[in-house]
């Protein structure tokens, strides 16, 4: 049985981009049966009348009939996934899905559960010193909070096992939804494996849509989940077990790892 693979894509506003992400995802360099959820998050400025126009069957097409947030439009997205790995593709042209093998492989070769995408930040023009220092602080702040040693906690390349997505018992509705997937993954004892991504970064002129506000939200969420007793929050803590037998099982059906136990 092969491993498959659902990309969800929470969209607001990218009439100016949303068509050429699309077709860079079909391109994507992926050897595995894949559906593609787009999740429109009541787009007004005609991204929503080019979303129709989208052939179905790889692509399927949801819909809010109110902004809700990105938060809520990758938990709509993964509730609707069917794959057993869900990959984060945000609807800008910052992230490069040539990049999906890189994020892929230590899934399928069952040495993680979750892979984040890490972003460089030199040799770019769009950055903001603050937009820098901002990113930096808010990754501190979870590897304190969560004695982790991660590099990018908010990444838009977020990968997990779709059962893994579904325990997390997500909360988060705006941009709050990156601490709150990296939090609780931390909390419930997961690590989380990093490999480095193309990224491209975009001015605030160009739909950046990430402010201060964000960053001190972000401090906020971590502190709340890490503080927090409520068990009802999370779901069951890592079971190393099931997880081995989970890793061997996607590495006995995974092509690639089939071809690499033959050499």
């Known amino acids: ?126 950055y903001s010193f603050w937009f820098v220092m901002g990113n930096k602080g808010v990754t501190l702040a979870s590897n304190v909070l969560f004695d982790s040693y991660i590099s990018d906690m908010e990444t838009g390349y977020k990968v997990l096992r779709s059962e893994l997505w579904k325990r997390l018992n997500l909360r988060g509705k705006r941009f709050d939804i990156e601490p709150d997937i990296t939090a609780r993954i931390l909390r419930l004892g997961y690590r989380i494996h990093e490999v480095p991504i193309r990224y491209y970064a975009r001015s605030r002129e160009e739909g950046k849509k990430l402010t201060w506000m964000d960053g001190l939200r972000a401090i906020v969420t971590l502190l709340r989940l890490r503080l927090a007793s409520d068990k009802r929050l999370f779901g069951p803590s890592y079971d190393h077990a099931y997880h081995k037998a989970r890793h061997e099982e996607l590495a006995r059906s995974h092509p690639l790892i089939r071809g690499s136990e033959r050499t």
Not at 4 to 31: D, G, Q
Not at 69 to 88: F, H, S
Not at 90 to 103: T, V
């Open 1 to 126: 049985m092969s491993v498959t693979l659902s990309v969800v894509m929470p969209v607001y506003n990218e009439a100016r981009t949303i068509m050429t992400v699309i077709e860079h995802v079909l391109k994507a360099p992926v050897e595995m049966p894949r559906e593609i959820i787009v999740v429109d998050d009541a787009s007004t400025d005609g991204t929503s009348n080019l979303l129709q126009g989208l052939p179905s069957g790889e692509i399927r097409l949801l819909r809010h009939e109110v902004n809700r947030g990105k938060g809520a439009a990758i938990r709509t997205g993964v509730a609707q996934a069917t794959g057993d790995i869900v990959l984060i593709q945000d609807a800008d042209l910052e992230y490069d899905p040539r990049d999906y093998p890189l994020l892929l492989e230590p899934l399928l070769e069952g040495r993680a559960d979750v892979v984040y995408g890490v972003r460089g930040f030199g040799g770019q023009t769009a």
